[in-house]
């Protein structure tokens, strides 16, 4: 593909290329910066280009594509990752800070256990703090199903929690 070619098929498609990237980031530089880089990789790319019969459709997935693995990297937090110090509640007294590091470490356990959807929405919407929009851009779920994905989540870890519980209250 010759650059003019390149340019006539590809560049047209910026406002869009962009349009896309800032639903999903909703961050003007990080779209720009997204575009940019989808760029470079169709340039790179453009001795296979000839053979793509949507050049919009190609772009528009791999900007996509690009946003998430964006996201992964620098958006989402991990629970693994993520310090002791930032998931507890300070308090005063020893026993409320016992059972919030024993709930927390409960916690961290159930949630590997979800399956994976389950554990990415919920994550999503507790720990990164998205609204179920912005889930639903990011995971490419419809709404119905994020709302889904976070109720049977939800209602797996307190179901797990309070199993652990009675567990615990039987011994005692």
């Not at 961050?27 to 949507?54: G, M, P």
């Not at 937090?77 to 993520?82: A, N, T, Y």
């Not at 059972?99 to 979800?114: A, C, G, P, Y």
């Not at 554990?119 to 889930?135: P, Q, R, T």
Request: glycine content about 2%; charged content about 35%; some cysteine.
């Amino acid at each position: 593909m010759t650059s003019e070619s390149f340019k006539e098929k590809y560049f047209s498609l910026h406002k869009k290329l962009y349009r896309v990237a800032f639903a999903i980031l909703d961050n003007e530089e990080d779209a720009e910066d997204i575009v940019q880089e989808t760029y470079c990789k169709l340039w790179d790319k453009r001795l296979q280009l000839v053979a793509v019969e949507s050049p919009e459709a190609y772009s528009v997935t791999m900007v996509k594509n690009l946003c998430m693995d964006f996201l992964d990297k620098h958006k989402m937090l991990r629970i693994d990752d993520m310090k002791e110090s930032e998931f507890q509640p300070v308090s005063d007294r020893f026993e409320e800070d016992f059972d919030s590091r024993e709930m927390l470490d409960r916690v961290k356990i159930i949630l590997k256990t979800l399956p994976e959807k389950q554990h990415k929405v919920l994550k999503l919407s507790c720990f990164a703090g998205y609204g179920n929009e912005e889930i639903e851009k990011i995971t490419g779920e419809s709404a119905a199903n994020v709302r889904i994905l976070l109720m049977r989540a939800k209602n797996t870890v307190k179901e797990k929690l309070k199993l652990k519980k009675n567990e615990y209250q039987h011994y005692t």
